[in-house]
């Protein structure tokens, strides 16, 4: 079992034994993902949006592509000539991608990945982050508004129909959350006939339509709404990656996380759809930062210092259907 860390009273102390979260690498995620993120579309505000090229470089061991991994015409070479990575992402994602309200830089293990990817390709951690939402994500990529997404992006089949995922580079799963106090809701199957809340276009729709088939959903755009929801009692439950869930509840001691993730779900780094060039390049990106270990340390200093023991072992590259 993993604790979270962290001196705290005693009711603290018990709701976070109730945050059962798995040892093997899908339980271990805290984040957002294909999870709910902020309803906008507008790039990050001054401070936070070129959050990688303001603040010092937090890694600076990072690779660097040689000139010849950039192709002429790729678009690898246009995020270099234009000086920043455009990033699709949350600025509200505990643990993530949240931005810093003292600094304004955005902080987090997705925001890191970003930050060393802008790296590799510009030479820099130069990145803006364009606010996006789980139902936009694909718009944004399609039309170019972004170059990659990193945003609890869960990896289906139905979603390769629309853009390419380089990865996977993180796994999750769903997990109930309930107001504390909240008694016979320990499993999906108890959600049959009762009101549970989700994120729009995120996983946990078509997960409690299988088994709690009864019950009815109502969705909000963003974590944030969807936990609100929540503690106004429109409805019983809250359905979403374990890793967000566990994020939420460190920060609000009213949110209980009960039972076990029932499901299984690889985030991917999102791209255009078709762009097999930029994809082949991502990955080879990723498993650089894996083997020299920097994968490990933006785990450490983010999810790290809420979960105990080690950093996980990354998914293999490629080894889910849609990746």
């Not at 830089?105 to 060393?116: C, N, P, R, S, Y």
């Not at 990896?155 to 309930?178: D, M, N």
């Amino acid at each position: 079992m993993i604790e979270l860390r962290g001196n705290a009273p005693a009711s603290t102390r018990t709701r976070r034994a109730a945050l059962t979260v798995m040892t093997t690498l899908s339980a271990l995620s805290l984040a957002t993902v294909a999870a709910c993120s902020d309803g906008g579309s507008a790039a990050v505000p001054p401070g936070g949006g070129d959050a990688g090229a303001q603040a010092a470089d937090p890694y600076p061991n990072a690779p660097v592509a040689a000139a010849s991994d950039i192709p002429a015409g790729s678009v690898m070479e246009k995020i270099k000539k234009r000086g920043e990575l455009l990033v699709g992402g949350s600025l509200d994602a505990p643990l993530l991608s949240q931005q810093n309200p003292v600094t304004g830089q955005v902080e987090g293990f997705d925001a890191d990945l970003g930050k060393m990817l802008a790296k590799y390709i510009i030479g820099k951690p130069s990145v803006k982050i364009v606010n996006s939402a789980s139902e936009t994500r694909e718009a944004l990529l399609s039309n170019g508004t972004v170059d990659v997404v990193f945003q609890t992006y869960t990896i289906t089949p139905e979603r390769a129909e629309q853009v390419a995922f380089a990865g996977p580079y993180y796994v999750s799963g769903l997990a109930i959350a309930v107001k504390k106090g909240t008694t016979g809701i320990a499993k999906p199957e108890d959600l049959d006939g009762k009101t549970v809340i989700a994120g729009a276009n995120t996983p946990a729709i078509p997960a409690i339509k299988k088994l709690a088939p009864n019950a009815k959903i109502v969705t909000f755009g963003s974590d944030p709404e969807c936990v609100q929801a929540l503690k106004q009692d429109r409805g019983v439950a809250y359905v979403q990656d374990q890793s967000l869930l566990v994020a939420d509840g460190k920060s609000d001691p009213g949110l209980q996380v009960v039972g076990e993730p029932f499901t299984t779900d690889p985030y991917g780094i999102g791209l255009k759809h078709g762009d097999d060039q930029m994809k082949s390049f991502v990955n080879g990106w990723l498993k650089k930062i894996q083997d020299a270990g920097l994968w490990q340390e933006a785990w450490k200093r983010s999810i790290g210092t809420v979960v105990q023991g080690p950093a996980p072992t990354p998914p293999a590259i490629g080894s889910v259907p849609g990746s």
